[in-house]
């Protein structure tokens, strides 16, 4: 087990740095610089903005500097919103986005695993149609457009929730719904996949054999084998969630931290767009560490050997 630690963490600190060098080289790839928008900016004001901000120096030492604040945790300040630092951003609007994702994924799962195994378990009958139309649905309809709808139905015509803004639990209904559909969707179809495979296994029919009562089946033998494969996806979902949050942020006017990550992308903010990229990116790979080792113990088969 631990060669199995050590493998994923010395990946897990290969990956971050590939995000981070690429993300570098490739924003500086872009054409322009962040002061381009500044029409009223002079030649002269232009060339003490570059050099102020270290934009005039060759790409190489730009880079070598760039991963030295970022060994220290300094993301630096942006370049859009004066005398405001990429932590401080994060510090301030990440927890919005996280409580957005989070109160979405604690939706989504149970209630994605629980109609999965309805549909399943219901094979060929009414119920098992209506839940796969459902996540047909679910998974092709656009974030935007099911926002939208939400807005219209439940908040203008009849006026249960508020349209947007952020301002207390009643504000964080709909956008967190229009999160949880999505993915409600997606774990339906995925565990009625897997809950289908289980069911025709030699074990299950063993377990009948013994006299087993149905519920002990289920719970036992089908549900437990068939949710061992989704443990993988778990970090790309929590992730998927948040990321997909930014489109959601700005229907609903969150102050989130999708504002900050799209208008720094917009306006070539060189340390906003890639302190944000770095966070997301390690937050990423954070999770699918934690994840993997999770996996590792409950599916030894997986672990690494000699």
Same mark, same amino acid.
């Given at each position: ?7 994923? %963490? ?11 060098? @690429? @993300?570098?080289?490739? /924003? ?9 928008? +500044? ?15 270290? %934009? ?35 510090? +301030?609007?990440?927890? $919005?986005?996280? +409580? #957005? ?30 839940? $796969? ?16 709808? #939400? ?13 947007? +803004? ?27 996949? %897997?809950? /289908? ?6 074990? $299950? ?27 993988? &996806? /778990? ?27 799209? &208008?720094? $992308?917009? &306006? ?5 767009? #890639?302190?944000?990229?770095v966070f997301f990116g390690t937050f990423v790979v954070g ?5 993997? #080792? ?13």
């Open positions: 087990m631990k060669q199995y630690i050590l493998k994923r %963490l010395v990946i897990s600190i290969v990956t971050i740095w590939l995000i981070a060098t @690429s @993300s570098f080289f490739l /924003l500086r790839a872009l054409p322009g610089n962040p002061f381009t928008t +500044q029409q009223m900016m002079s030649p002269e004001m232009l060339s003490k903005m570059m050099s102020y901000y270290g %934009l005039d120096r060759p790409l190489m030492e730009q880079y070598v500097t760039f991963m030295k604040n970022l060994l220290h945790g300094d993301f630096g300040y942006s370049l859009k919103y004066v005398g405001k630092s990429v932590n401080g951003v994060i510090a +301030q609007t990440f927890p $919005v986005s996280a +409580q #957005l994702g989070l109160q979405s994924y604690a939706i989504s799962f149970p209630v994605g695993i629980l109609f999965g195994i309805i549909a399943a378990r219901k094979r060929g009958k009414a119920i098992d149609y209506t839940l $796969v139309g459902f996540s047909v649905l679910g998974v092709s309809i656009p974030v935007f457009i099911l926002a939208s709808l #939400l807005q219209y139905v439940f908040a203008i015509r009849l006026g249960w929730f508020p349209v947007a +803004q952020w301002k207390s639990f009643a504000y964080t209904i709909l956008p967190t719904l229009t999160l949880a559909i999505g993915s409600i969707a997606g774990k339906t179809r995925t565990m009625r996949t %897997l809950m /289908l495979e289980v069911i025709s296994e030699d074990y $299950v029919k063993t377990a009948k054999a013994k006299g087993l009562s149905s519920f002990r089946i289920v719970l036992n033998h089908q549900i437990r084998n068939a949710i061992i494969p989704m443990i993988p &996806s /778990l970090g790309m979902e929590i992730v998927s969630i948040l990321m997909g949050s930014f489109v959601v942020e700005q229907i609903f006017a969150i102050p989130g931290i999708g504002a900050y990550f799209v &208008s720094s $992308v917009q &306006s070539l903010d060189y340390t906003m767009t #890639l302190g944000l990229t999770a699918n560490f934690i994840i993997d #080792l999770i996996y590792g113990l409950i599916d030894p088969r997986i672990r690494v050997t000699k």
